[in-house]
């Protein structure tokens, strides 16, 4: 889904109605434009696609949910491209850091396991957190109770 829909994550309604002449169209997709925010080509994805991958993997890695290494995983998302969308493609790294991830990795300390949770101190209440949340009903479907 975030990549077929990155391209035009910061469009208006109006630009992405399908109508002649607009930036979406079905026959000729045209989203990859000036509104592009992340440049993202066909098939790219931004940082909720990459940040459920980091998520899904440290699950299958630890087991259980491990905040102090999804945080890991977010920080060599973030810093190393690790899961971004741009292996092959020098021209970018990691795009769509939010604010609230960004102070969480900067309060990790280097050489110390990082804290497994980060609490923030503002009111910001974005919807990024749910994007990404996919792995976790996936991964406990068979033991809802944990």
């Known amino acids: 889904g975030d990549a077929l829909g990155a391209p035009f994550e910061f469009l208006d309604a109006v630009d992405c109605a399908g109508s002649t002449g607009s930036m979406f169209s079905l026959k000729k997709w045209k989203g990859y434009g000036a509104k592009n925010k992340f440049k993202v080509a066909p098939g790219q994805w931004t940082d909720d696609a ?3 991958l980091c998520l899904a993997d440290s699950l299958l890695a630890r087991g259980c949910y491990d905040g102090s290494d999804a945080r ?3 920080h060599n998302w973030w810093f190393r491209g690790y899961n971004n969308a741009f292996g092959n493609d020098s021209r970018i790294g990691s795009v769509g850091l939010g604010s609230n991830v960004a102070k969480s990795l900067r309060a990790m300390e280097p050489g110390r396991k990082p804290s497994p949770k980060y609490e923030a101190q503002n009111q910001d209440a974005g919807n990024g957190t749910i994007m ?3 792995a976790v009903p996936i991964f406990y479907a068979s033991n809802p109770d944990e």
């Open 50 to 52: 990459s940040m459920g």
């Open 72 to 74: 890991i995983r977010f």
């Open 132 to 134: 990404r949340l996919a």
